[in-house]
């Protein structure tokens, strides 16, 4: 069975969301930041700078937050249909992330170390210190409405990159490439869904059927599509973008575009890096055939945003 839905009635559902109050370590939660962007689009780089803000704990990867994110981004309408069991999903797998505790911390010994029973599950030395929270998971774009709706107040910074380098790394990240299997298409599909970057049925076959670079290309065009929608429908009080290339290179000018949006104080060093950012790797990475799939696939969004 294959369930369709308008894009704006997501939204207008969410809007409708009664206040709730979260509290972690002691903290009210409030106008936690979240980093969004496609696989390999650079949201490494920019959620590693918030993360060494003083204050600002910002979580990724935890294992409670990546099961409800992807319960959501799969299966798109969940965000429609319960709406508030959506939202308590994610606030509950972020209440257990958050807390910080002699095991959690990453400033503390870590999981490994010797710790007595009775102060394993309690809040650390540091947990006084945190006053905003956050996240930057893999795929929190693709479910980006449902954070909305389960944290209201939300800011989220979008990170954009040019297609083209993010599919060379995806093609060579084998995390990514998991996405790509046939067993994890195994459900009803919903249209539009930009976790696989499906935005009608026939692109399915397209999906199932094409290159390696071409599911790629299509994962990365649902991500833009999805990173459109999201500011057709949240306020820019609560939604900036950053371009990937302005980043690398204008540290110092990103830096104090995150420092206006979020308040929190981040550092432009904290930008630098001595890697290689990849701006443009993408020549030397994909074949002829492989940059003819691209085209093919998500050349309008490629020019829409300028990358030519």
């Not at 939202?87 to 710790?115: D, F």
């Not at 795929?139 to 599919?167: K, M």
Request: aromatic content about 8%; some cysteine.
């Amino acid at each position: 069975m294959h369930t369709r839905w308008a894009k704006g009635a997501k939204i207008d559902t969410v809007m409708k969301q009664p206040s709730y109050i979260l509290v972690v370590n002691g903290t009210k939660v409030e106008r936690p930041v979240f980093v969004l962007g496609a696989p390999h689009s650079g949201v490494a780089e920019v959620a590693r700078a918030l993360s060494r803000v003083p204050g600002l704990h910002l979580g990724a990867g935890s294992s409670g937050v990546l099961n409800a994110v992807y319960a959501v981004a799969r299966r798109p309408s969940l965000a429609l249909e319960k709406v508030a069991g959506t939202a308590s999903l994610l606030r509950e797998a972020y209440a257990e992330a958050w807390q910080l505790t002699p095991l959690t911390c990453p400033r503390c010994p870590g999981p490994w170390a010797r710790v007595p029973a009775n102060a394993a599950a309690e809040p650390c030395e540091h947990s006084a210190e945190v006053r905003r929270y956050g996240d930057a998971s893999p795929d929190l774009l693709f479910c980006a409405t449902a954070l909305h709706a389960a944290f209201p107040d939300a800011l989220f910074v979008q990170v954009i990159r040019d297609g083209r380098d993010v599919i060379a790394d995806m093609m060579e990240d084998e995390r990514s490439l998991a996405w790509l299997k046939p067993s994890f298409m195994k459900l009803d599909h919903e249209f539009p869904n930009h976790f696989f970057g499906l935005e009608e049925e026939s692109d399915l076959s397209a999906f199932t059927e094409g290159s390696t670079a071409a599911k790629c290309a299509m994962r990365w065009r649902g991500a833009i599509r999805m990173s459109a929608l999201l500011r057709r429908s949240i306020g820019a009080e609560q939604l900036m973008t950053l371009r990937y290339e302005d980043v690398h290179g204008g540290e110092v000018e990103a830096a104090e575009r995150l420092r206006e949006f979020t308040g929190a104080r981040v550092s432009a060093s904290e930008l630098l890096t001595a890697e290689s950012w990849g701006v443009g790797s993408w020549r030397e990475r994909l074949t002829r055939d492989q940059y003819g799939d691209v085209r093919q696939v998500a050349g309008t969004e490629l020019s829409r945003l300028g990358y030519t």
